[in-house]
C-alpha cells in the first residue's frame, strides 16, 4: 500500500514514533467513568509505565501499569496539594527514571507510526519512507445500542526506554444518545517482525 493512499485516509493523523498493536478486544461493557489521562513516565526498563488521571468527579491519581498489556499494577489518589509528594514516592518504589518519547518516530529502526479511525477500528500503520504497512487495529467504543462507533483521536503515541514497548492514549467521543467522552490507553510489546519491509 503506497503512503499516499493510506494518508487520504488518516484523518487527525498523530506522527508520533513506532507503534505496534495486534487486533484487540472491545470492553463488553459501557465505561463507567470518564477520565483524562496522560503518561508521564516509565521504569528503567521500559516494563512499568505511569498514567496520571482525572475522572469526571475531579479526583485525581496515578496508575501505575504494566507496558506488556496495559494491566493496572496500583493506584495512588492524591490531592492536588499532594501531588509532587506522591510522585516521589511513587518514583522511588517503582523505579521510574524515563520521561515518556515526545514523538512516534524511532529512529533506531527508521519508521514512524500513524494512525486512522474507520469505522469501529483505530488502525495503526507503521510507515518507513515511502513505504506502509499495516500493524494492527484497537476496538473504539460503541454506543449501549452498538449502533454507533465514537469519535477516537490519539493525544499520545509514545515509546518507552529502549524501543520495546510503546503505550497509546486515545480519546473517545460519542454523541448520541447521550454525550460521553473520555480518553483510554492501550499498551503493547513492539513486536518488529510486524512491521518489517523486507517482504
Known amino acids: 500500500m503506497r503512503a499516499s493512499k493510506v494518508l487520504s ?57 504494566s507496558s506488556r498489556k496495559g494491566a493496572i499494577e496500583k493506584v495512588y489518589s492524591f490531592f492536588e496539594g499532594d501531588e509532587k509528594k506522591t510522585w516521589r514516592r511513587i518514583k522511588r518504589k517503582h523505579e521510574i527514571s524515563a520521561q515518556p518519547s515526545d514523538t512516534a518516530e524511532n529512529t533506531d529502526l527508521g519508521i514512524t507510526l500513524v494512525t486512522a479511525q474507520k469505522g469501529d477500528k483505530l488502525s495503526i500503520f507503521v510507515m518507513k519512507g515511502e513505504r506502509v504497512r499495516k500493524y494492527g487495529s484497537v476496538p473504539v467504543q460503541m454506543s449501549r445500542d452498538g449502533k454507533k462507533a465514537a469519535t477516537a483521536n490519539v493525544s499520545q503515541l509514545v515509546w518507552g526506554p529502549k524501543g520495546k514497548y510503546v503505550v497509546m492514549v486515545f480519546h473517545q ?7 460521553w467522552e473520555s480518553d483510554s490507553v ?4 513492539f513486536k518488529a517482525y510486524k512491521a518489517s519491509f523486507d517482504e
Open 9 to 65: 485516509l488518516v484523518i487527525g493523523v498523530l506522527v508520533c514514533g513506532a507503534l505496534t498493536l495486534g487486533d484487540v478486544r472491545a470492553e463488553s461493557d459501557f465505561p463507567k467513568a470518564q477520565q483524562t489521562m496522560e503518561v508521564v513516565g516509565f521504569s528503567k526498563d521500559g516494563k512499568l509505565f505511569v498514567l496520571k488521571t482525572k475522572d469526571e468527579e475531579g479526583r485525581h491519581a496515578y496508575q501505575v501499569r
Open 173 to 179: 467521543k460519542l454523541k448520541k444518545p447521550f454525550l
Open 186 to 189: 492501550h499498551a503493547f510489546k
